[in-house]
């Protein structure tokens, strides 16, 4: 599903519970319909949206509702509408599937040659983990680190750090501490080569160290390793030390505050 909007999880929830009050009904029944939250996650495109979507397509023939020579013959498919044209939704475009396929058109010919590479792609092992089809299911989102850097900057911001439960955003998590320690790190004035040249204890990697655990749900085991300040138990120790001096008040301390605000 691609959106103009972030407003995927709001169009989830009215459809979720539309159809169950709507199944409820019809059938006297009561409760909750469906269990847990939607999967769902971003993708780049290019580099892993193609694989996405023939990994998609050719979910009804690893659960055995189709057969690998006529995947579109699943209903319940988004590939059903390849070769019904004419009955498409205006919000089907097939164009990106066949196009990652081969730079195929939506033509008889095209459509053919999609559905003899899907049944090719389904018995061929070493394409699949080329295709890295095993990781598709996995995680918040598909796509380089520079790409999901990119979201979390601009779609959960800096001001709401938080721990984001759940082990699928484990990554995300660290994607937003690498990001604040940057940020502190700019607003100091250090580089990554401070971080390994200045000492373990250093005052700058203290108050960072200090602000981190003030504004993020980062462990002592992450900070000793990203900020170069030795043992775990050490860096707990020095940001103690650090608290009890009254350190949050000197003044580039105050200044990092500026990165939440």
């Not at 939607?38 to 659960?63: C, M, Q, T, W």
């Not at 996995?138 to 999901?148: D, I, Q, S, T």
């Not at 108050?207 to 981190?212: S, W």
Request: aromatic residues 10%; hydrophobic residues 40%; charged residues 25%.
């Amino acid at each position: 599903m691609e959106t103009s909007e972030c407003n995927l999880s709001v169009g989830m929830q009215w459809l979720q519970s539309t159809f169950a009050n709507r199944f409820n009904r019809a059938h006297q029944a009561y409760g909750h319909l469906f269990q847990g939250r939607f999967k769902s996650l971003v993708v780049e495109r290019d580099e892993y949206l193609g694989a996405l979507i023939h990994y998609i397509h050719l979910n009804p023939i690893r659960a055995k509702l189709a057969m690998a020579e006529e995947p579109e013959a699943y209903r319940w498919s988004t590939l059903w509408y390849l070769k019904q044209k004419r009955k498409r939704p205006a919000c089907v475009d097939l164009d990106l599937g066949l196009h990652y396929a081969g730079n195929l058109v939506d033509t008889p010919q095209g459509r053919r040659q999609y559905i003899a590479y899907l049944a090719w792609l389904q018995a061929n092992d070493s394409m699949k983990r080329e295709l890295q089809f095993s990781k598709l299911c996995r995680g918040w989102a598909l796509g380089c680190k520079a790409f999901k850097e990119e979201l979390v900057e601009k779609h959960v911001p800096v001001s709401s750090i938080h721990h984001l439960e759940g082990a699928d955003l484990q990554e995300a998590n660290q994607l937003r501490w690498e990001t604040l320690v940057e940020a502190c790190m700019k607003s100091l004035g250090k580089t990554k080569i401070d971080v390994q040249s200045d000492k373990k204890a250093a005052p700058w990697k203290v108050m960072i160290a200090c602000f981190m655990k003030g504004h993020s749900s980062v462990s002592n085991v992450w900070l000793a390793k990203h900020l170069n300040m030795g043992v775990p138990q050490g860096v707990s120790r020095s940001v103690g030390l650090f608290q009890k001096s009254n350190g949050q008040k000197q003044r580039q301390y105050k200044k990092m505050l500026q990165i939440t605000a």
